[in-house]
């Protein structure tokens, strides 16, 4: 690593469990020569059925354990976190730290055809308001439609994310926004991607689904550009950290990313 100039230190990511990993490929693919240290806050999973001060404390702890690895920047890539601790992680840390719901709720506008927006997240993320006050500030004369999907994470965590479970319980919170007639879905939280065929299928193919992860992978590139910042690593490397060893998430993990990977289990307190 060049720890002179800082160009080739490795970006932080973290979340409460696996749906931070949509974002770590989303990064190793839009900018294969960076380096990630991935954290996934296991031990307190699920954030979304948390409240604000816990939610606020688990992402500071975070902030501070990929901090002290010596990343460059931080990705919050949970909804959760976003939506309830990145302002204040921000006012705390001097660090650059992106949120994945601005990069996102651009995007969605952007892609919109008749302004009919829905978005699906966790309690906390729907209760915060933070997609939809986003979205209001880019176009006040949007139609937004929020809708809390709980069983989600803990479904998609549990690997049932090829399920007739997980189908039917999609459909029950899908119904309702289909019914509005929407052209484009905000996936409010970095599990749900893994679950993308089934959304798909269910809100029909006219839908437009938008994954945060993709668009804050972008964000990340043209900061790190702009900072002139771009790794240069022939060989980046990748460490992966859980603060505890859920049995299938190795699993999952290596099916998902597509290779094998190395966890170390952590205790951040």
Request: glycine share 8%; charged share 25%; with cysteine.
């Amino acid at each position: 690593m060049d720890k002179d100039s800082g160009v080739n230190l490795p970006i932080g990511v973290f979340d409460s469990g696996l749906g931070g990993l949509t974002v770590v490929r989303a990064i190793k693919r839009i900018l294969p020569e960076e380096s990630i240290i991935y954290l996934g806050d296991t031990a307190h999973l699920p954030y979304g059925t948390k409240s604000s001060d816990s939610i606020i404390k688990f992402s500071f702890a975070n902030t501070k354990f990929l901090i002290k690895q010596g990343v460059k920047a931080i990705v919050v890539a949970c909804n959760t976190s976003s939506a309830t601790a990145l302002k204040k992680l921000k006012e705390y840390f001097s660090i650059p730290i992106f949120g994945v719901i601005e990069p996102g709720s651009k995007l969605a506008v952007e892609k919109s055809k008749r302004g009919k927006i829905g978005v699906i997240g966790t309690t906390a993320t729907i209760r915060s308001k933070a997609y939809q006050r986003e979205l209001r500030s880019l176009n006040p004369s949007l139609d937004i439609y929020a809708k809390a999907c709980p069983l989600f994470v803990p479904l998609i965590e549990e690997g049932w994310v090829d399920n007739e479970v997980t189908y039917k319980v999609a459909e029950i919170y899908l119904n309702e926004l289909k019914r509005h007639g929407i052209d484009t879905l905000i996936l409010g939280c970095t599990h749900y991607p893994l679950i993308k065929e089934t959304i798909q299928k269910i809100m029909g193919k006219d839908v437009i689904l938008i994954d945060s992860g993709e668009s804050v992978a972008h964000w990340l590139k043209n900061f790190l550009k702009k900072k002139k910042i771009l790794a240069k690593n022939k060989n980046p490397f990748y460490y992966y950290y859980l603060t505890d060893f859920p049995q299938r998430f190795k699993k999952i993990a290596e099916r998902f990313l597509g290779e094998k990977i190395i966890i170390k289990k952590i205790n951040i307190g």
